[in-house]
């Protein structure tokens, strides 16, 4: 079998989207922890073109993007599909998919801001937080694929663990107690998984780095 490594760091939610599929697909794999203030010679010849983190690397050959590199896996092992085989279905949940990668970084325009920006990105978060609840769970069972987990609940996985660390760190609050029921009840769900919940970043750190890191880009802003 042709080697599987994979460069990501570990505050990344995207390295984080690759490492769950390949633990939920039994895939083994090298990690290879990138330290993003000073990336490695592999990771730039891997990708040079936006020189990030995830890469994966298979027999010798870089996948970039984090959702490019899912769709990859669930082709190359076919094992606990992340697509559905029907395909409206299929196609649902690349349109939920592409809806994440559109609006999801209104929540890191949060983190990334202040004053005015901040509270634009803050509404602009929680419509993308209401178009969840009413439309991507409404009638859903305990996740976006239904019983299981699919493509659709590792591309939203950031919202499950991130997103609190975001709103301590800045003092937003999106999830409130009595809003958002199917969300709060699928980011519960979510980290019960046991691949999922063995695979997380400590909160506490999370807490640490981007606290710092925050400050960093305010202050040079």
């Known amino acids: 079998m042709e080697t599987v490594k994979l460069y990501g760091a570990w505050p990344s939610p995207f390295s ?25 010679p592999q990771l730039l010849q891997y990708n040079p073109v936006y020189e990030k983190v995830p890469v994966l690397v298979h027999g010798g050959r870089p996948i970039c993007e984090s959702m490019v590199i899912l769709e990859y ?29 559109d609006r999801g970084p209104s929540v890191w325009m949060i983190y990334r801001t202040e004053g005015e920006k901040q509270e634009k990105a803050r509404r602009d978060a929680l419509e993308m937080l209401t178009i969840l609840e009413e439309h991507g769970l409404n009638g859903k069972k305990k996740f976006f694929g239904g019983d299981n987990i699919n493509i659709v609940d590792i591309a939203f996985g950031g919202i499950a663990h991130w997103m609190g660390v975001i709103e301590e ?12 029921p199917l969300l709060k009840a699928w980011m519960h769900n979510f980290k019960e998984v046991s691949f999922i919940n063995e695979n997380l970043p400590n909160r506490e750190k999370m807490v640490a780095f981007f606290r710092a890191r925050r400050s960093m880009i305010l202050s040079s802003a």
């Open 169 to 180: 760190i800045t003092g937003v609050k999106l999830i409130e107690d009595n809003k958002f």
């Open 73 to 101: 896996l669930d082709e190359k092992w076919p094992q606990q599909p992340l697509l559905p085989s029907d395909p409206y279905k299929r196609a649902e949940a690349r349109f939920w998919v592409k809806f994440g990668e």
């Open 16 to 40: 984080y989207r690759v490492i769950w599929a390949l633990k939920l697909k039994g895939i083994p794999f090298e990690y290879i922890e990138e330290d993003l203030s000073s990336k490695s």
